[in-house]
Structures are given as structure tokens and as C-alpha cells.
């Protein structure tokens, strides 16, 4: 009998839920992993949960992680354009849409600059996707210093500025 209860209380210290206004990244990551992230708004909606800005270096340390997810909570058009959905990717798009104060487009896949339309043939490579991962790295090291006067840097507050990449 003492080992059925242990067995019922190690399971359902498992299963934390996630708090939709105050989330846990790691908790977050891990769901998005296995494919069981379920938080809904309190419209009853299935969206990515109510992260700030200081939240934005506790992501960053996914942008890098490539791994395949089953879902992300987002419109369809996710998974409908084809693709892969890697973790990483749909870090930055949070990380993005944190930054906007808004979505930061109908899908957590970046294209490049040239794409005409939200095809496969335009979404990014790993490598690429590693490359815009740093770009928003070093954007976030340069938001811990003040902008000044002699602040010239045209690209001073876009992550993705002379990259080739977007999103669409």
C-alpha cells in the first residue's frame, strides 16, 4: 500500500503546471519538449504564457537548442507552412514578441529577407537559426548598457538587423 502512494505522489509531483502570469521558463522549455505544455489564458486560449523582459535571458539560454517540437502554441500557419518547429527558433520568436510588445508574426518560423511568401524553401537552417540565435544574444548583452548621445549603432535595438533573416 506505501509503495502505491509513493508511486501516485512521485507521479504527480511530475506533472507541475505552468502559471500562466507568472511562467516558468524551464518549466515552459520542458512542456514544449514533451509535447504537453496545455496553459491557457484566462480567455480560456491556448497562447505562449505572459513573459517580460525578465524573462529574456532565462530564454536565451534555449536559442540555441534545435530540438524538434511537436507543437507551439500559435496559429496554425506554424504547421501548416511545412517545416520542422525547433525549439530554439520558437525561443527567439517569444524572445521577439516580448521585445514588440506583440506577436511577432502568425508563426515561430524566421524566412529570409528575400522570401516572397511563408514557404519551406525560405525558412532558415540550423546553422542560420544558430547564427540569428547569437544575433539576439548579443543585442540582449548590449540592452545592459545604456544607450547614449553618441550611441551610434543603427541596429542598436533590432536583433536581426543586416542579417538576411525576418519574420514573415
Known sequence: ???????????????KTLDYNHPDVD??????????YTTQSPEGLTNIPKFTKDDIEGLLRYAEDLAVIPSFPLAPVSYSAGGKLRLGECI??????????????????????DAENYEGIYFLTDEEVLDAAARYRRWWEGRKYPRTMWTIDPCYD???????????
Open 92 to 113: 527567439l520568436w517569444t524572445v521577439e514578441t516580448i521585445r514588440l510588445g506583440h506577436n511577432a508574426s502568425m508563426g515561430c518560423k524566421m524566412v529570409r529577407a
Open 158 to 168: 533590432e536583433p536581426l538587423c543586416g542579417s538576411g533573416y525576418m519574420w514573415w
Open 1 to 15: 500500500m506505501l509503495a502505491v502512494l509513493l508511486s501516485f505522489t512521485i507521479a504527480s509531483c511530475d506533472k
Open 27 to 36: 518549466l515552459f522549455v520542458k512542456q514544449l519538449k514533451a509535447g504537453k
